[in-house]
């Protein structure tokens, strides 16, 4: 009866350490911000627009920066922070921390991504 109580108690405690959070609503869909004073008239090829595209199975592209194509990058929601890992599994210079299911903040900037309809 020992070895049970125990078996139970540490199943009970290693399900409450885990760190690993899937919001109640469906991540899919495409997040946007506009670049703050952008100028692109001298160079229409940069963008001043950020998109992020999330996609099933944890597939998403991204397009921040001024770039004018989409990254194709996997994303882990750990503790409602979004991180973002390129093709050869290094982690990219881009997470968000979820406040909604409409609205992300990307950390290393403060700025506000809105889910498109």
């Known amino acids: ?9 540490l199943i009970l405690v290693l ?3 885990s760190k690993n959070y899937s919001p109640s609503f469906d991540i899919n869909g495409t997040f946007t911000h ?7 008239s001298k160079n229409l090829e940069e ?6 595209w999330f996609n099933d199975d944890s597939k998403d592209s991204i397009m921040f920066g001024g ?7 996997t994303y882990k929601i750990i503790n409602n922070q979004i991180d973002f890992y390129n093709n050869n ?3 990219s210079e881009i997470s ?3 406040i909604d299911e409409n609205n992300l903040k990307q950390i290393e900037n403060n700025s ?4 498109q309809d």
């Open 15 to 17: 399900f409450s350490c």
């Open 67 to 73: 770039i004018d194509y989409g990254i194709p990058v």
């Open 89 to 91: 599994g290094t982690k």
């Open 34 to 40: 506009n670049i703050t004073d952008c100028e692109n």
């Open 112 to 115: 506000i991504w809105l889910k």
């Open 96 to 98: 968000f921390k979820i």
């Open 1 to 9: 009866m020992k070895n049970l109580s125990f078996f139970i108690i």
């Open 47 to 52: 963008n001043c627009n950020e998109y992020i």
